[in-house]
């Protein structure tokens, strides 16, 4: 596609309910970063795949938190049994090349906004 | 922790006008660096990234500069316009191999016609 997409745009869940964010990057993209980005804030970095293989979670904030990328190309974020604090937007974004080109612009999806009641 | 900072969260200029927009960061090993554009509800769009190894790059009406000693960014923006009102966020990589970016708190851009 012409650009990185992702589903639902928006998502209201009830507390405890399970959630999965989809995530289409652009077409040949190696590299794949989910961020969380909260109201007012810039987004801060959870997890990074090089084709299927998730190489950096580190920011996962918890382990409700599970991504996958099993094709190499959609990516999936779910999280589990969702709390309040998890309310934001969650944003993916691709870029060309893998590890080891560390200068390489990632363009951004639209995100998707999540809303914990 | 080390975190990249803005130091001017909110800019309002004239149609016409040059902006300015600034950017701490605190951590030496960042060698790359991008300046972003977020719109109301869109995600955030690439607007011109530098190396370490560079003081200056230009685009088409954007200028980034880098002073490695006193660890500052700048984004000029030229002729501003009332679509460049955004937040505008920079971010860097802190020395990893695959490009994880680190990102400021962000500065509202306002243009008034």
């Known amino acids: 596609g012409a650009g990185v997409s992702q589903s639902p745009r928006y998502k209201v869940a009830k507390r405890g309910q399970d959630v999965a964010l989809r995530c289409d990057p652009i077409?040949?993209?190696?590299?794949l970063f989910w961020y969380q980005q909260a109201l007012g804030q810039g987004p801060e970095f959870l997890t990074y795949f090089q084709n299927e293989a998730q190489l950096d979670k580190s920011g996962l904030p918890s382990d409700r938190f599970f991504a996958e990328r099993p094709e190499g190309s959609v990516s999936t974020l779910k999280i589990q049994r969702t709390q309040q604090e998890d309310s934001a937007v969650y944003l993916c974004a691709s870029s060309s090349v893998g590890a080891g080109r560390r200068s390489d612009t990632q363009y951004f999806g639209p995100g998707t906004r999540l809303t914990v009641l | 922790g080390e975190s990249v900072g803005l130091h001017l969260p909110t800019l309002s200029v004239q149609e016409g006008d040059n902006s300015i927009i600034n950017c701490a960061y605190s951590n030496s090993a960042s060698d790359y660096f991008i300046w972003y554009k977020q719109e109301s509800g869109k995600g955030p769009q690439f607007i011109i990234d530098?190396?370490?190894?560079?003081d200056k790059r230009q685009g088409q009406r954007v200028t980034v500069l880098l002073n490695k000693t006193v660890k500052h960014l700048s984004l000029q923006i030229a002729a501003t316009q009332p679509g460049d009102s955004a937040v505008y966020f920079c971010?860097?990589?802190?020395?990893?191999?695959?490009?994880?970016?680190?990102f400021g708190q962000g500065t509202i851009l306002t243009v008034h016609p």
């Open positions: 530098i190396r370490s190894n560079m």
């Open positions: 077409s040949g993209h190696v590299s």
């Open positions: 971010a860097e990589n802190r020395g990893t191999s695959y490009g994880k970016l680190t």
